[in-house]
Protein backbone atom coordinates (compact mmCIF):
# COMPACT_ATOMS: atom_id res chain seq x y z
CA UNK A 1 0.00 0.00 0.00
CA UNK A 2 1.21 3.25 -0.73
CA UNK A 3 0.16 6.19 1.84
CA UNK A 4 1.25 10.22 0.90
CA UNK A 5 0.64 12.23 3.60
CA UNK A 6 -0.55 15.80 2.87
CA UNK A 7 -1.24 19.07 4.57
CA UNK A 8 -4.89 20.12 4.40
CA UNK A 9 -6.19 22.90 2.65
CA UNK A 10 -8.69 24.37 2.47
CA UNK A 11 -10.17 22.37 -0.56
CA UNK A 12 -9.60 19.30 2.08
CA UNK A 13 -11.19 21.55 4.85
CA UNK A 14 -14.38 21.66 2.56
CA UNK A 15 -14.42 18.58 2.05
CA UNK A 16 -13.69 17.28 5.84
CA UNK A 17 -16.90 19.52 6.82
CA UNK A 18 -19.35 17.70 4.39
CA UNK A 19 -17.97 14.19 5.43
CA UNK A 20 -18.44 15.64 8.72
CA UNK A 21 -22.42 16.96 7.79
CA UNK A 22 -22.44 13.47 6.32
CA UNK A 23 -21.66 11.74 9.36
CA UNK A 24 -24.26 14.05 11.32
CA UNK A 25 -26.89 13.11 9.27
CA UNK A 26 -26.01 9.38 9.61
CA UNK A 27 -26.79 10.66 13.50
CA UNK A 28 -29.92 11.89 12.76
CA UNK A 29 -31.28 9.04 11.03
CA UNK A 30 -30.02 6.61 13.95
CA UNK A 31 -31.04 9.07 16.88
CA UNK A 32 -28.35 9.50 19.14
CA UNK A 33 -28.10 12.37 21.05
CA UNK A 34 -25.53 14.21 22.98
CA UNK A 35 -26.24 15.70 26.63
CA UNK A 36 -24.06 16.85 29.37
CA UNK A 37 -25.15 17.61 32.88
CA UNK A 38 -22.79 20.50 33.63
CA UNK A 39 -23.35 22.02 29.84
CA UNK A 40 -26.62 23.41 28.00
CA UNK A 41 -27.52 21.86 25.17
CA UNK A 42 -25.92 25.17 23.27
CA UNK A 43 -22.31 24.45 24.11
CA UNK A 44 -22.27 21.14 22.34
CA UNK A 45 -21.61 22.83 18.75
CA UNK A 46 -18.87 24.71 20.40
CA UNK A 47 -17.09 21.84 22.61
CA UNK A 48 -17.54 19.34 19.18
CA UNK A 49 -15.83 21.87 17.28
CA UNK A 50 -13.32 22.09 19.24
CA UNK A 51 -12.97 18.61 20.19
CA UNK A 52 -12.82 17.97 16.05
CA UNK A 53 -9.97 20.57 15.57
CA UNK A 54 -7.88 18.69 18.60
CA UNK A 55 -8.57 15.24 16.73
CA UNK A 56 -7.63 16.55 13.42
CA UNK A 57 -4.16 17.87 15.08
CA UNK A 58 -3.72 14.79 16.10
CA UNK A 59 -4.63 11.96 13.32
CA UNK A 60 -3.66 14.57 10.42
CA UNK A 61 -5.48 13.55 7.07
CA UNK A 62 -2.98 11.50 5.77
CA UNK A 63 -4.24 9.78 2.02
CA UNK A 64 -3.36 6.67 1.21
CA UNK A 65 -4.36 3.61 -1.52
CA UNK A 66 -7.20 1.08 -0.75
CA UNK A 67 -7.59 -2.02 -2.89
CA UNK A 68 -11.39 -1.64 -4.27
CA UNK A 69 -11.16 -4.82 -7.02
CA UNK A 70 -8.01 -6.92 -7.03
CA UNK A 71 -6.91 -7.35 -10.34
CA UNK A 72 -7.34 -10.34 -12.78
CA UNK A 73 -7.13 -12.07 -16.13
CA UNK A 74 -10.07 -12.29 -18.56
CA UNK A 75 -10.15 -15.42 -20.76
CA UNK A 76 -10.52 -15.00 -24.06
CA UNK A 77 -14.40 -15.55 -25.63
CA UNK A 78 -15.83 -16.49 -28.36
CA UNK A 79 -19.54 -16.02 -29.89
CA UNK A 80 -20.97 -17.73 -32.17
CA UNK A 81 -24.43 -16.62 -34.34
CA UNK A 82 -26.13 -19.02 -36.55
CA UNK A 83 -27.53 -18.00 -39.66
CA UNK A 84 -31.42 -17.54 -39.93
CA UNK A 85 -31.55 -20.29 -42.78
CA UNK A 86 -29.63 -22.89 -40.31
CA UNK A 87 -27.01 -23.35 -43.66
CA UNK A 88 -24.41 -21.68 -40.84
CA UNK A 89 -22.74 -19.90 -38.56
CA UNK A 90 -20.32 -16.75 -37.70
CA UNK A 91 -18.19 -16.85 -35.59
CA UNK A 92 -16.22 -13.96 -33.14
CA UNK A 93 -13.10 -14.46 -30.96
CA UNK A 94 -12.30 -11.50 -28.18
CA UNK A 95 -9.11 -11.93 -27.26
CA UNK A 96 -7.97 -12.23 -23.41
CA UNK A 97 -6.73 -8.82 -21.09
CA UNK A 98 -5.20 -8.19 -18.07
CA UNK A 99 -7.66 -6.10 -16.18
CA UNK A 100 -5.69 -3.85 -13.25
CA UNK A 101 -6.41 -3.77 -9.33
CA UNK A 102 -9.20 -1.12 -8.94
CA UNK A 103 -7.51 1.12 -5.73
CA UNK A 104 -9.35 4.07 -4.54
CA UNK A 105 -8.39 7.51 -2.43
CA UNK A 106 -8.87 7.18 1.48
CA UNK A 107 -8.23 9.10 4.35
CA UNK A 108 -6.28 6.42 6.15
CA UNK A 109 -6.66 8.18 9.50
CA UNK A 110 -10.30 9.28 9.26
CA UNK A 111 -11.70 6.40 12.10
CA UNK A 112 -9.00 7.56 14.64
CA UNK A 113 -9.54 11.19 14.30
CA UNK A 114 -13.48 9.82 14.82
CA UNK A 115 -12.26 7.86 17.93
CA UNK A 116 -10.06 11.02 18.80
CA UNK A 117 -13.38 13.37 18.90
CA UNK A 118 -15.61 11.01 20.75
CA UNK A 119 -12.78 10.53 23.49
CA UNK A 120 -12.60 14.21 23.65
CA UNK A 121 -16.46 14.77 23.96
CA UNK A 122 -16.36 12.46 26.72
CA UNK A 123 -13.93 13.89 28.24
CA UNK A 124 -15.41 17.19 28.31
CA UNK A 125 -18.63 15.14 29.94
CA UNK A 126 -20.79 14.49 27.14
CA UNK A 127 -22.26 11.20 26.41
CA UNK A 128 -24.63 9.66 24.01
CA UNK A 129 -27.79 8.75 24.47
CA UNK A 130 -30.62 7.41 22.07
CA UNK A 131 -33.18 9.56 21.24
CA UNK A 132 -33.46 13.33 19.74
CA UNK A 133 -33.22 16.36 21.65
CA UNK A 134 -32.17 19.11 18.65
CA UNK A 135 -28.64 18.43 18.93
CA UNK A 136 -26.57 15.66 17.45
CA UNK A 137 -23.57 14.30 16.32
Not at 98 to 106: E, G, K, Q
Request: proline residues 7%; aromatic residues 10%; hydrophobic residues 30%.
Amino acid sequence: MIVIAAESSSEETTEMRAIISLALLGTFVSGCTWTNPSKPLSAFPRDSYSCEQQALRQYPQVIGGRLVDGDYYRPAETHCHYWRDGNGQTCETYPGEYVPPVVAAVDLNSSQRRRGTLSCLEANGWSQTPGFSGVLY
